[in-house]
């Protein structure tokens, strides 16, 4: 098919406002599938973006539409992650597209995450068309909506597809206005290949699978390729293209079209996204623009439970990380937690996902340590190192200063609560830099922040004091800085390093504090005193005692049903089992995760 | 193994006036119009295992609850009069059956002696009539009174009462109270046992761990609940109760039979819903479905117990009325033995431990025995080894080490 009859496109969205259910009733609605075919959310494959509602992998599907000028269009609709950790593969996913389509929400107006992607959107020359889902709810307002899209953002909105994509109200004018309002690609078949990868996936069989968007030249079986950044080269096994949940084989990709690169290729760090795929033998003078490297924002500490799944553990990261190029991780060891690894992840979703999927899909049971940033820390000999572990501070004297990472946030809230709302960033040392009205009830809050203040659990907070009515974007800004110190916890009298972490000056005493009372709480009453205490640089500067057991003792006599005795005995054993040995103290693995939650209300 | 063994025989009656507020035991309140097929059903159970327990003789017969004494008293000679012909039952049986004071008549009381029943244990739990109000017991104090005096007119010389301690808004001196009123009446034997709020009961619901903090502060601390156990071992043993085991204190000579047998490990037989059984090294289990129980073919039951002691491993038997069958091996019967026999003052008796497995304790748990005694919550002698009075506060910690 020429490329006339192509359109590359993707949906940009909110969090929430139908984005992946727009994509399903694009794929019921061109034919390739029937509803019988059709999972729930096609696009969304794995068990946790179906439980969470987001999207974590993009996926790509390609469609075939009769449109009503009686002609067939290729639609290859190119699904985009959700969340603020994905930023970058969102932009790449963005550069193989030529339009984007913005649903938004026809009660809840524009969001923070909508500005953000749409500007990424508009940043790589897409055309925009707006489309407002959710029109059959009762607080539907699509007319406010439609205002406020051209006030804020300044596209044109009139006239735009009012939809429910639930519903499968509205479809038709969506697919239609694809078909006009985006350009067709216009790349050069002839010329040498020039490729983006925009994702990358790992199979066990056909090695790694590279998601490619074609904007010159002609890949096929046998074509020599090389990633212009990488360096990596391998000759293609294998093209093709995407239908829904499966790879199809064709014989050859050409300018503008989207598809897969097959080319035992065993490492998906070897096809980074970003990258640029050519032929060796006749590669194309310059590369894509804007490829980067992919850099671990949050770093924490992963152990297993049980210290015999070490190995397990491994086997299991090893096997996440052919398929996610973001995961970092190298072993390391903590006197509290024994063998485990230290990791690095694009943010905190990003972090909790892989937790969780090793937890799900490779049954290990985790200990995680407090999640940090990097920080670069300057000695005084003018050397400066990087640091994922507070474990590996440099004695403070050693020290001159140190460098925090600061990002940019936005902050949309209604009226009612820019009050709380500015408090919290207060509270989290952000820097005040502008609020604007974007309509006559919603404002748009910038702050500088540091990274570490909401990487704990600010996205909680958020919700909380705003009832829900504020959402959060930001991007990393740069190092600054800041007056830091390594907070170490002492469990009767010994530090507990898997415990330490670094924390701004000013809050010291009052996460010191915070975490002893909430450790108070975790560990179970020896048969002594079991004294926590926090401390900065050996001076102690909070303590809280977990009082000596008194009784525990339950001497019913069930009628001689002693098997049941013996259960609660059991049960009583196990959870020691369950329990880390720090000196002569027993800590529960729950303490080292929920001393992460300090600010929930208890 | 021994010969001509001693058995002990327990017999559930599942049946209450109505359920109290902290009661997690099998028991249905009301239903007397299934009294009479459930006894019948009783009588089959006993029947049928008579074979099986053969020669073994009984010397101690235990009909607890729910609440025994709401049945027809004809009804309990029917069961007694079943267990004597059935069974080879000793001389010097112990014959107690559990009562709730406000069940009790002078004619029901002479129909148990009649019957053979020697004991009698009386659930008074509270003294104080606010308390046993709070606890939803039946009966008041005074109720509590009148039957006691009639159950000493009806000749009953071994007479049990039952409190609990650590009741909600009870202060020390209100427990005190309790203690002086039951010591002067002289019953010659005391359980006290601490009151745990058990999952399900209503009291769960006010004071378990998901209930308001306000209300749970009524609960005493673990450290007023150990000053109310103190005060009760004092008190009694100064009334002339020894303790000889966690919960239970008797005048010389009125140790309970029946409880001393379930932690030295004698074999006993449990009958009717939900009873628990131990025969040879195998622990089984009734259910506690009343349907499956009043239909259940126990011939077919007694044959798989049998079957059981010699074949493993087992299978899972829906179509029966037994819930579990558990052939214990020999490390889960030592365990038993280690955490069982810590409940008793007396201690875990070293020449029994060793005429069962040809070890002594210290050969098979000396790590554990050692770390004890080093933490002071075991201690030993010639014969026994025992938890200390601190071992008492920690028995669950000290015997969790033993499973």
């Known amino acids: 098919m020429d490329q006339q009859h192509i359109r590359n496109f993707c949906i940009v969205a909110h969090i929430d406002h139908g984005k992946s259910t727009l994509a399903d009733r694009i794929i019921e609605k061109t034919g390739l599938l029937t509803q019988r075919e059709m999972q729930e959310q096609v696009?969304?494959?794995?068990?946790?973006?179906?439980?969470?509602?987001?999207?974590?992998?993009?996926?790509?599907?390609?469609?075939?539409?009769?449109?009503?000028?009686?002609?067939?269009?290729?639609?290859?609709?190119?699904?985009?992650?959700?969340?603020?950790?994905?930023?970058?593969?969102?932009?790449?996913?963005?550069?193989?597209?030529?339009?984007?389509?913005?649903?938004?929400?026809?009660?809840?107006?524009?969001?923070?995450?909508?500005?953000?992607?749409?500007?990424?959107?508009?940043?790589?020359?897409?055309?925009?068309?707006?489309?407002?889902?959710?029109?059959?709810?009762?607080?539907?307002?699509?007319?406010?909506?439609?205002?406020?899209?051209?006030?804020?953002?300044?596209?044109?909105?009139?006239?735009?597809?009012?939809?429910?994509?639930?519903?499968?109200?509205?479809?038709?004018?969506?697919?239609?206005?694809?078909?006009?309002?985006?350009?067709?690609?216009?790349?050069?078949?002839?010329?040498?290949?020039?490729?983006?990868?925009?994702?990358?996936?790992y199979d066990p069989y056909k090695g790694v699978i590279v998601f490619v968007r074609i904007f010159d030249g002609t890949v096929k079986k046998g074509t020599p390729i090389k990633m212009m950044a990488t360096g990596a080269t391998a000759d293609v096994v294998e093209v093709g293209y995407f239908g829904a949940g499966q790879f199809i084989p064709c014989d050859e990709l050409s300018a503008g079209m989207v598809g897969y690169i097959t080319a035992s290729i065993k490492n998906v760090k070897d096809t980074a996204v970003g990258d640029t795929v050519t032929n060796r033998e006749n590669p194309c003078e310059n590369a894509l623009p804007g490829y980067k490297k992919v850099l671990s924002m949050v770093y924490c500490g992963l152990y297993p439970a049980d210290g015999a799944k070490y190995p397990d553990l491994r086997d299991a990261l090893e096997k996440l990380q052919l398929n996610d190029a973001s995961l970092f991780y190298e072993p390391e060891t903590s006197v509290a937690l024994g063998f485990g690894f230290r990791c690095g992840f694009l943010g905190l979703l990003h972090l909790e996902v892989i937790q969780e999927r090793l937890e799900r899909e490779y049954n290990l049971d985790l200990v995680t340590t407090a999640p940090g940033v990097i920080y670069k820390v300057y000695k005084t000999n003018g050397e400066m190192i990087e640091l994922t572990n507070p474990s590996n501070l440099p004695d403070p004297s050693e020290i001159d200063h140190m460098e925090e990472p600061v990002v940019k946030a936005?902050?949309?809230?209604t009226k009612d609560f820019i009050g709380p709302i500015m408090e919290l960033c207060q509270e989290r040392r952000g820097v005040y830099i502008s609020m604007e009205y974007i309509e006559a009830n919603r404002a748009l809050l910038k702050y500088d922040m540091p990274l570490n203040e909401i990487i704990y659990d600010f996205f909680d907070a958020l919700k909380s004091r705003s009832k829900g009515y504020a959402s959060f974007d930001y991007e990393l800004k740069g190092y600054e800085r800041s007056k830091l110190v390594k907070l170490d916890i002492l469990i009767n009298?010994?530090?507990?390093?898997?415990?330490?972490?670094?924390?701004?000056?000013?809050?010291?005493?009052?996460?010191?504090?915070?975490?002893?009372?909430?450790?108070?709480?975790?560990?179970?009453?020896?048969?002594?005193?079991?004294?926590?205490?926090?401390?900065?640089?050996?001076?102690?500067?909070?303590?809280?005692?977990v009082k000596a057991l008194r009784k525990d003792v339950l001497a019913k006599c069930y009628g001689g049903d002693i098997t049941r005795k013996k259960k609660l005995l059991e049960k009583q054993k196990e959870g020691k089992k369950r329990m880390r040995q720090i000196g002569t103290v027993e800590v529960p693995q729950a303490a080292f995760m929920s001393v992460l939650k300090l600010d929930e209300d208890k | 193994m021994k010969t001509n063994k001693e058995l002990e025989i327990y017999i559930h009656i599942p049946f209450c006036v109505r359920k109290c507020n902290y009661c997690d035991f099998l028991s249905f309140p009301g239903c007397e119009d299934i009294h009479g097929e459930y006894v019948r059903a009783l009588i089959r159970e006993v029947k049928a295992y008579a074979g099986l327990y053969g020669n073994r003789e009984v010397s101690s017969v235990f009909i607890g609850g729910g609440t025994p004494s709401i049945l027809d008293p004809a009804l309990t000679t029917d069961i007694s009069e079943t267990v004597f012909t059935s069974f080879n039952v000793a001389g010097d049986v112990e014959f107690t059956i559990e009562s709730n004071p406000g069940t009790l008549s002078d004619k029901k009381l002479l129909s148990y002696r009649t019957a053979g029943i020697n004991r009698i244990s009386m659930g008074l739990q509270s003294a104080d009539n606010d308390m046993l109000r709070k606890l939803g017991r039946i009966h008041t104090y005074e109720e509590f009174l009148d039957n006691y005096d009639k159950a000493r007119k009806a000749g009953f010389e071994n007479i049990n009462i039952d409190l609990i301690s650590g009741l909600p808004g009870e202060s020390k001196d209100g427990f005190e109270k309790t203690l002086r009123k039951v010591t002067g009446l002289r019953p010659e034997h005391i359980s006290s046992y601490g009151l745990i709020i058990e999952p399900g009961t209503p009291f769960f619901d006010i004071y378990g761990e998901e209930a308001e903090a306000e209300e749970r502060k009524s609960l005493p601390s673990d450290e007023e609940e150990r000053a109310i156990y103190y005060m009760t071992r004092d008190i009694l043993k100064d009334a002339g109760y020894h303790q000889y085991e966690i919960s239970n204190y008797a005048l010389k000579g009125y140790e309970c039979r029946h409880n001393k047998g379930y932690w030295t490990r004698k074999e006993y037989a449990g009958f009717g819903l939900g009873a628990s059984s131990m025969y040879e090294e195998l622990r089984y289990k009734n259910t506690p479905d009343i349907g499956e129980y009043l239909n259940a073919d126990f011939d077919k039951n007694v044959q798989t117990v049998m079957a059981d002691v010699s074949s493993e491993p087992f299978e899972e038997r829906d179509e029966l009325a037994l819930k579990e069958i558990k052939k214990l091996s020999k490390e889960e019967s030592m365990s038993e033995m280690m955490f069982l026999g810590l409940r008793l003052n007396d201690g875990v008796c070293k020449q029994m431990f060793y005429d069962a497995y040809g070890m002594l304790p210290k050969d098979v748990y000396g790590k554990e025995i050692a770390k004890f005694k080093a933490e002071e919550l075991l201690d030993e002698n010639d014969k026994y080894v025992y938890l200390t009075k601190k071992g008492m506060d920690l028995a669950n910690y000290v015997m969790s080490a033993f499973v």
């Not at chain 1, 697919?175 to 067709?184: D, G, R, S, T």
């Not at chain 1, 936005?410 to 809230?413: A, D, K, P, S």
């Open chain 1, 410 to 413: 936005e902050i949309m809230v």
């Open chain 1, 43 to 201: 696009l969304d494959n794995m068990d946790l973006e179906r439980e969470r509602g987001i999207t974590i992998k993009a996926q790509t599907v390609r469609t075939i539409y009769k449109a009503k000028n009686g002609e067939e269009y290729i639609f290859n609709l190119i699904d985009t992650p959700g969340h603020v950790d994905f930023n970058y593969e969102v932009s790449r996913a963005l550069a193989a597209c030529d339009g984007a389509i913005l649903i938004v929400d026809a009660a809840q107006g524009i969001e923070a995450q909508t500005l953000a992607n749409v500007y990424l959107a508009l940043d790589h020359d897409l055309e925009v068309f707006p489309v407002i889902n959710k029109i059959d709810l009762p607080s539907a307002e699509p007319q406010r909506v439609i205002e406020e899209i051209e006030d804020v953002i300044g596209i044109e909105a009139e006239g735009c597809p009012l939809i429910s994509a639930k519903n499968g109200i509205g479809i038709e004018d969506v697919l239609e206005a694809v078909v006009e309002k985006f350009p067709a690609p216009k790349g050069d078949s002839a010329a040498p290949l020039k490729a983006l990868i925009f994702d990358s996936l």
């Open chain 1, 493 to 545: 009298h010994e530090e507990v390093d898997a415990l330490s972490f670094i924390v701004f000056e000013g809050n010291a005493y009052e996460r010191g504090r915070k975490m002893c009372e909430r450790l108070k709480e975790e560990i179970p009453r020896h048969l002594f005193e079991v004294p926590i205490q926090a401390a900065i640089g050996g001076k102690i500067i909070a303590r809280e005692t």
